[in-house]
């Protein structure tokens, strides 16, 4: 039905079908590259710009969010610092292209706007995540997965090979297809709770294998708010809180992949091999403390994107070293890099998604879906953990994703209501 459909949109528009076809395949970019990536973003771009300027298509659409007017507003204060830093071209490359994510967003807001296109996106992508959970399970099983590729660890990392990037990618795509599900169509609503936290059960349960520590904790969050979802329509559900429980306490008894490892080592740097209590570990305090010093010398427009790199050894510390390609906090990273007017623009964000998050825990008169939406972001823009490169361009396309299809199925709850 899928394929059927979209073969008899091809023959009335070639570029409307091409424009779609990249917004499904979009995760599989996510999985094979960052080239791939940002060829899928330039020519949608591009295709974009020419059914607006030639086709005359989606005049009608009003693309432009308010929340996006800071966003846009962040992006110039970026590009402002990085005129205004030590290393110009490098800085410029990662601060003026950021408006390529705003504007696929954009694209893919419009997109789920028109008939059937988030049913069909939600099937193909349902599809793909359980090739990439059977290729991950095949590694965690027999050591390779189903290219035969064999990692130099001993962790499951699936399609990534040897980047551990496996866990981000599922925690970023599986509350985007949940909440999806939940949402569009008709059917028992039930059946469709009992589907979800089996989905959310299997993507745990494999995120433990991946040794990505933060997105074991985040995979384990979305599914405490899957529970709480849950709860909501019959208390019974809360009896799944006990899987992920004896999935984690199993996992780490039996060594399987070594877990039980991962557990230990997390153990060791937060307690300072059990000695005291050290959270952030001392090595992602160094980070902090270069980064404060760097916003101290450049307190209103920071070093300039992605600067850190450049500028971390002028900053001197006993004992450890405190450079690295990123201080691994996105607050610190944006306080640092983009000086107080980022960091602003990054507070005010954030205050809005735990204030969403916070009312869909403590208030009992609402339950939508759209929360799964919200998921992604956090775990992007989350202060309280360590973090990748915020201008990087395969955690920025990660981290983004989730924005459009949270304005569209939002907008979509206000309308109902």
Known sequence: MLTTNILDNFKNNKFYIILFLFFLFYPFSLVFGPALIEITIFFSILTFSFLVLKKKLFLEDSIINTKFIFVFLFILICILSSLLSDNILHSLKSSFFLIRFILYSLIIFILLKKPNNAKNFLKFNIIFIFICLIDAYIQLIFG???????T??????????????????????SPILVGMYLSLGIGNI???????????????MITLFTSERVSMFYSGFTFMIL???????????????????FISISSYYLGISKFNYTVKDTINQITENKTSFSYPSAQHRS??????????????????????????SEIILKNINNCSTHPHNIFFQILSETGLLGLIIYIYYLFLIFQKILFFVFSRTTNSASIFFLLPILYYLNPFFPSGNFFNNWFMAIGTFAIPFYLYFNEITITKN
């Open 287 to 312: 980070f902090m403390e270069t980064s404060y010093k760097l916003f101290s010398d450049n307190p209103i427009l920071g070093i300039g994107p992605n600067n850190y790199r450049n500028k971390c």
């Open 144 to 150: 390779k997965n189903i290219f035969l590729y064999d």
């Open 190 to 204: 039930n059946t469709k709770v009992i589907n979800s936290l089996l989905f959310c059960i299997i993507i745990y």
């Open 152 to 173: 130099s660890t001993d962790f499951v990392t699936g399609f990534f090979f040897e980047e551990k990037k496996l866990g981000r990618f599922l925690i970023t795509l």
């Open 227 to 245: 529970i709480l979802f849950s709860s909501r329509l019959s208390k019974k559900y809360l009896l799944f809180i006990i899987v992920p429980i």
